[in-house]
């Protein structure tokens, strides 16, 4: 038997490889949900075309938490959930970090931005696994999460790992804007450019799982019709196999290895009875947050710095010469339509990943709340406006320390900010070589509204326990056992050597894969 604590990304990714190797799986979980009534207010939406929805059903379900800086937190049909009832069932409290743990049913899935690329070898030169070894559990990856992409100049970086995908249309945003950068493909290639369509991990046409994307423009609040891979709906399916059990409501506080089996010890969420549970082998996909915490609890290490490592997130807008009029009314998806990527030495020794989105509704509010100031150099503002969301490689970006200390009879896990002055200048570099080509963009970047988002607040952040070829204290073999441990896996994001700045959640979800593989 083989037991996987979290419902996330990872955790379904190492179960269904698991599950394919004839493993029996249980997976042990939190498994919060969406709220009853919002739960048929969706199931209201799904069932009808965007056309014949209710305007109440619709604005009850968009929006975005308030006072978050840059653009607002996503929630999940207007619902906290994702992030909701953390302090009090696996106590924690952060300084100066933008990031937080799930204990929803498909963890961070369920407000992701679903954005997929493999990472290079070149930007993971630290790591004991290479992309040779990850390029099977990529494709299977994309076999259960399905991929929206095109082919394009990204291939040449980033393998697709897939025959089988379909594209999204473009807005006429993306379309002008991506026309602008192919006319002056020749010239930004000199430079280090690479570009192409967003591949993000979205149905795009009718299959059996369900309808394609129609193009409801409610990417960023939540699909109605579940086009967004969710690792939640992963778990529904494993449910109907005879191989695979989930448990709900439990929270996992430590592990014990005796007599070559792993005793997992926690208690029911909502009536606190202490639960355990006995297994051959365990593995933990509970999240960068919650994982620190069970291990270090687990070896009563308090009072011990792990370093959370992350890719830094910023954001700014461009704005194009040329409108796009109309673009509340267009019918388009609202996730991230194009990537580009930028490898110049002088600029940063690894990839500079850039996603640009175009109109959304909560990028219109963003523009008239905080922005404010641009209408007096557009009259138009939402029909010229791009926002552009940059990530650095973790090398160059701030950190997050973490520690376990005792809170009275309990404890609590202390997350803090490590500043990196490394980050800005490698960031304003990045704002030079945009306006230098504005040009060749059709837009000019406005480097006042840049915005530095604190460390986490992307949600790319890893390495706290990082897979290593000869692993020390507080890391892991590259099976993801952390040192002094035989059978118990580190499978999330915690084992990541260092974090590039190209999307985290595919390469963590074939690495997870990867592991359940090899061990089953």
Same mark, same amino acid.
């Given at each position: 038997?083989?037991?996987?604590?979290?419902?996330g990304p990872?955790?379904?990714?190492?179960?269904q490889?698991?599950?394919?190797?004839g493993?029996r799986?249980?997976?042990?979980?939190?498994?919060?949900?969406?709220?009853?009534?919002?739960?048929?207010?969706v199931?209201?939406?799904?069932a009808r075309p965007?056309a014949d929805?209710?305007?109440? &059903?619709?604005?009850?379900v968009?929006g975005?938490a308030?006072?978050?800086?840059g653009l607002p937190t996503k929630l999940?049909f207007?619902s906290?959930?994702?992030?909701?009832? /953390?302090?009090?069932n696996?106590?924690?409290a952060?300084?100066g970090?933008?990031?937080?743990?799930?204990?929803?049913?498909?963890?961070l899935?369920t407000v992701?931005?679903?954005?997929?690329?493999?990472?290079r070898d070149?930007d993971i030169?630290?790591?004991?696994?290479?992309n040779?070894?990850?390029?099977?559990h990529?494709?299977?990856v994309?076999a259960?999460?399905g991929l929206a992409a095109q082919? &394009?100049?990204?291939?040449e970086?980033?393998?697709?790992?897939s025959?089988?995908v379909?594209?999204?249309?473009p807005s006429?945003?993306?379309e002008?804007?991506?026309?602008?950068?192919?006319r002056?493909r020749?010239?930004l290639r000199? @430079?280090?450019w690479r570009?192409?369509?967003?591949?993000?991990?979205?149905?795009? /046409?009718n299959?059996?799982?369900?309808?394609?994307?129609n193009?409801?423009?409610?990417?960023?609040?939540?699909?109605?019709y579940?086009c967004?891979y969710n690792s939640?709906?992963?778990v529904r399916e494993?449910?109907?196999?005879?191989?695979?059990?989930y448990?709900r409501?439990v929270?996992?506080t430590?592990?014990?290895e005796?007599s070559g089996?792993?005793?997992?010890?926690?208690?029911?969420?909502?009536t606190?009875?202490?639960?355990?549970?006995?297994?051959?082998?365990?593995y933990?996909a509970?999240?960068?947050?919650p /994982?620190?915490q069970?291990?270090l609890?687990?070896q009563?290490a308090?009072d011990?710095?792990?370093?959370?490592?992350?890719?830094?997130?910023?954001l700014?807008?461009l704005?194009?010469a040329r409108?796009?009029?109309?673009?509340r009314?267009?019918?388009?998806?609202?996730l991230?339509?194009?990537?580009?990527?930028l490898n110049?030495p002088?600029?940063?020794?690894?990839?500079? =990943?850039?996603?640009?989105?175009t109109?959304?509704?909560?990028?219109?509010a963003?523009?008239?709340?905080k922005?404010?100031?641009?209408?007096?150099?557009?009259? =138009?503002?939402e029909d010229?406006?791009?926002i552009v969301?940059g990530?650095?490689?973790s090398?160059?970006?701030?950190q997050?320390e973490?520690?376990?200390?005792?809170?009275?009879a309990?404890?609590?896990l202390g997350?803090?900010?490590a500043?990196?002055p490394?980050?800005? @200048?490698?960031?304003?570099k990045v704002?030079?070589?945009?306006l230098?080509?504005?040009?060749?963009?059709?837009?000019?970047?406005?480097?006042p509204?840049l915005?530095?988002?604190k460390?986490?607040?992307g949600?790319?952040s890893?390495g706290?326990?990082?897979?290593?070829?000869?692993p020390?204290?507080f890391?892991?073999?590259?099976?993801?056992r952390?040192?002094g441990?035989s059978n118990?896996?580190?499978?999330d994001?915690?084992?990541?050597?260092s974090?590039?700045a190209?999307t985290i959640?595919?390469?963590?979800?074939?690495?997870?894969?990867r592991?359940?593989?090899?061990?089953?």
């Amino acid at each position: 038997m083989h037991y996987v604590i979290g419902s996330g990304p990872a955790g379904v990714a190492c179960a269904q490889a698991l599950l394919a190797r004839g493993a029996r799986v249980v997976m042990l979980d939190a498994g919060l949900e969406l709220e009853p009534a919002r739960a048929q207010i969706v199931r209201r939406l799904a069932a009808r075309p965007p056309a014949d929805w209710a305007a109440a &059903d619709r604005a009850s379900v968009q929006g975005a938490a308030a006072g978050a800086a840059g653009l607002p937190t996503k929630l999940a049909f207007g619902s906290n959930y994702p992030y909701a009832e /953390t302090e009090e069932n696996i106590p924690w409290a952060g300084h100066g970090v933008g990031l937080s743990p799930s204990l929803a049913l498909g963890g961070l899935s369920t407000v992701w931005g679903a954005a997929m690329l493999p990472y290079r070898d070149v930007d993971i030169a630290d790591w004991p696994v290479k992309n040779a070894e990850l390029a099977q559990h990529y494709r299977a990856v994309l076999a259960f999460t399905g991929l929206a992409a095109q082919r &394009d100049d990204l291939e040449e970086l980033f393998p697709l790992h897939s025959e089988n995908v379909q594209a999204l249309p473009p807005s006429r945003q993306a379309e002008l804007f991506l026309g602008n950068l192919q006319r002056h493909r020749a010239g930004l290639r000199e @430079r280090g450019w690479r570009f192409g369509r967003a591949r993000v991990a979205v149905r795009a /046409t009718n299959t059996a799982r369900g309808p394609g994307c129609n193009r409801c423009g409610l990417c960023m609040s939540g699909c109605p019709y579940s086009c967004i891979y969710n690792s939640a709906d992963t778990v529904r399916e494993m449910r109907k196999g005879k191989n695979f059990a989930y448990h709900r409501d439990v929270i996992v506080t430590r592990l014990r290895e005796e007599s070559g089996k792993v005793l997992v010890e926690g208690f029911h969420r909502q009536t606190r009875v202490p639960l355990s549970f006995t297994t051959e082998r365990a593995y933990l996909a509970a999240g960068v947050l919650p /994982t620190a915490q069970i291990l270090l609890r687990s070896q009563g290490a308090y009072d011990q710095v792990l370093k959370l490592r992350d890719s830094q997130y910023f954001l700014f807008p461009l704005a194009l010469a040329r409108r796009t009029r109309d673009v509340r009314s267009e019918a388009l998806y609202t996730l991230s339509q194009i990537f580009i990527e930028l490898n110049q030495p002088d600029i940063s020794r690894h990839t500079v =990943h850039l996603q640009i989105y175009t109109y959304s509704d909560i990028i219109g509010a963003a523009a008239r709340k905080k922005l404010g100031v641009l209408k007096f150099l557009a009259p =138009h503002l939402e029909d010229r406006l791009l926002i552009v969301q940059g990530f650095l490689h973790s090398d160059e970006s701030q950190q997050i320390e973490m520690k376990l200390q005792r809170d009275g009879a309990k404890d609590r896990l202390g997350v803090d900010a490590a500043p990196n002055p490394q980050t800005r @200048r490698v960031v304003k570099k990045v704002m030079r070589e945009l306006l230098e080509q504005a040009g060749k963009l059709g837009g000019i970047v406005l480097p006042p509204m840049l915005q530095f988002e604190k460390p986490g607040r992307g949600y790319h952040s890893g390495g706290s326990l990082p897979m290593r070829a000869q692993p020390g204290k507080f890391e892991c073999d590259v099976l993801g056992r952390p040192q002094g441990w035989s059978n118990v896996h580190v499978v999330d994001a915690s084992v990541l050597p260092s974090i590039p700045a190209t999307t985290i959640t595919f390469s963590v979800m074939a690495n997870a894969h990867r592991i359940g593989w090899e061990t089953a």
